[in-house]
């Protein structure tokens, strides 16, 4: 196997690759630090209880409900398995996935250009990673994409049975498929990259060729797809035998696709909204970097070296507009790819300064050298201030976070709107004041940590109501829940307010406001249930005694 980005006569290759890469990663690993004091968000929330449920005995979808994909949950299993009810666990996790995909992004990056392009990329991906906050941590996306990785490189290793590593890497993306289901984007890319020949892409007549027989590569394609096959075949069997197979197929044949659609069909103008969503996730300046790094590379005739970089771009631009909604952590799978065209272009800059440098010195113009550089350096400061502010900010919050991690998340500087951390924490430590690990609680809202660093058990299998006020989801599991309640009798109900998530529900009302709405669990509340505290966000419900006449029956 050829030495990553090496060049015939650089003997010197491998201790400068090992340089850039240990530099590369302890600069990561000091941007992403600070992702310690990260809070566990809702959706991070919802795996880690789902995982949690999952330890103890409970079926997904049947036992426990969620719209995603079943594998975000079975990855979370040894993490909770391992951490516990950590508040930082999120934090730690992120950490860990930040350092091993600026790696995998250093590798592959080096590979086809050169290792100090792969430590920019590696820099540039960990700082747009940590730009997005706790809202990208951690979440399916960003799993897929080391998955992703792990079967290129699966793909790309020379040596015996070559097969068998081609049936690895179809297990590895097979994984990726039970993530998220759109990674089968990127099975274009494993299979035709790791054998495609781009040396001719420069020339007079430009074309690609595989570097093996076409015969070995249908060899390797072959087994590949069984790896694939034999993934998703393996998943739905253990479903099915776990007496959850009805369950799966009404959430994720029935009413995902109602869930997926209603973006499209609610929207006006949706692809308008969807360029506007693409330039608010990403920014003027990594878009930019696409258009720079074509021209550079058909100015240069550097297209048999970027090809590989702009087809997995494409591949992770496809993931992510598959899921049509756009959301922020949706861009985790084209993050690593846009990271390595910009810092292609950063590089490439910096050579044409050298060069013009180089020829202003060889015509003893000394003066003009110093403009030059004057200039470079400016170009280099315009993007500076202000990540390095939030670097500084973040680094503020880290500090406050080792003083008191409670109180750091309690009052966390940049927690979204619609997630009351504060206020999850003042009622967490409620209900450890006011009732037993035993008991049984029910949040009406959208707050799955309550129950995951309570402690405390939810009595349905709808862990967040999102799935009971949104008009996609039938009907038959309102009048499901109340007859849960009904049966197990919840120590308390938590009523939240001001959670509306319009995009996902299509309802403008909070969970209070949709009461009126869902007279059925008013009513129980009304007679089954006493008010016993009221928090700025939530409102503490008590159960009464004894039902009340004819409540229960």
Not at 78 to 101: F, S
Not at 380 to 403: H, I, S, T
Not at 509 to 538: I, M
Request: proline share 6%.
């Amino acid at each position: 196997m050829h030495t990553i980005g090496a060049t015939s006569g650089d003997s010197d290759f491998p201790r400068r690759s090992r340089i850039w890469l240990i530099a590369a990663m302890a600069a990561v690993f000091v941007l992403s630090l600070p992702n310690l004091q990260y809070p566990i968000g809702r959706d991070q929330a919802t795996y880690c209880l789902i995982a949690d449920g999952l330890l103890k005995g409970k079926h997904l979808y049947r036992d426990l409900w969620d719209n995603k994909p079943p594998g975000i949950f079975y990855l979370y299993l040894p993490i909770v398995q391992l951490l516990g009810c950590a508040p930082w666990l999120v934090g730690g996790v992120d950490l860990v996935c930040v350092l091993a995909v600026a790696f995998a992004t250093f590798c592959f990056c080096a590979k086809y250009l050169k290792p100090r392009v792969g430590a920019v990329a590696a820099v540039l991906y960990a700082c747009w990673h940590n730009r997005k906050g706790y809202i990208n941590a951690a979440q399916p996306e960003v799993f897929l994409i080391l998955l992703v990785y792990g079967s290129l490189a699966l793909s790309e290793l020379e040596g015996r049975c070559p097969r068998l590593r081609s049936f690895a890497a179809g297990l590895a993306l097979g994984a990726a498929f039970w993530v998220k289901y759109n990674a089968l984007a990127f099975l274009p890319l494993v299979i035709f990259l790791p054998y495609l020949d781009t040396g001719h892409l420069d020339g007079p007549c430009p074309r690609l060729s595989l570097t093996i027989s076409w015969r070995d590569w249908l060899s390797r394609v072959d087994a590949l797809v069984g790896g694939l096959a034999f993934t998703i075949a393996a998943v739905l069997t253990r479903i099915g035998l776990s007496g959850a197979w009805p369950a799966m197929r009404e959430v994720q044949f029935q009413v995902l696709p109602r869930y997926g659609a209603m973006i499209v069909q609610r929207t006006p103008h949706y692809f308008l909204w969807a360029l506007q969503q693409v330039n608010f996730n990403l920014g003027n300046w990594p878009e930019a970097g696409v258009a720079l790094a074509l021209l550079i590379a058909w100015r240069c005739r550097d297209f048999h070296r970027t090809v590989p970089i702009f087809l997995a771009a494409a591949s992770g631009f496809l993931v992510t507009a598959s899921q049509a909604r756009f959301n922020a952590y949706s861009f985790e799978t084209l993050f690593p790819f846009l990271a390595m065209l910009w810092a292609y272009v950063a590089t490439q800059v910096y050579d044409g300064f050298q060069a013009l440098s180089n020829h202003l010195a060889h015509r003893n113009w000394s003066a003009a050298r110093i403009g030059v550089w004057l200039v470079f350096i400016n170009c280099a400061y315009f993007p500076l201030p202000v990540p390095a502010m939030r670097q500084l900010e973040r680094y503020q919050g880290f500090e406050k976070w080792c003083r008191s991690p409670e109180k750091s998340y309690e009052s966390y500087w940049w927690s979204l709107g619609i997630e009351h951390l504060g206020g999850e924490f003042q009622i967490i430590s409620y209900l450890k004041k006011h009732s037993a690990p035993g008991d049984k609680i029910y949040v009406w809202g959208t707050a799955p940590l309550i129950y995951f660093l309570s402690g405390r058990e939810c009595p349905s299998r709808f862990v967040s109501n999102l799935a009971l006020v949104s008009d996609w989801a039938p009907e038959a599991w309102r009048d499901q829940l109340v007859q849960t309640l009904k049966l197990k009798r919840p120590r308390f109900i938590i009523v939240e307010r001001r959670d509306a998530i319009p995009a996902v529900s299509g309802t403008t009302l909070d969970s209070q406001e949709y009461l009126v709405r869902y007279p059925v669990l008013a009513d129980l509340l009304h007679h089954q249930y006493r008010l016993a505290k009221a928090f700025r966000n939530f409102t503490v419900y008590a159960r009464l005694r004894a039902p009340a006449a004819g409540g229960d029956r």
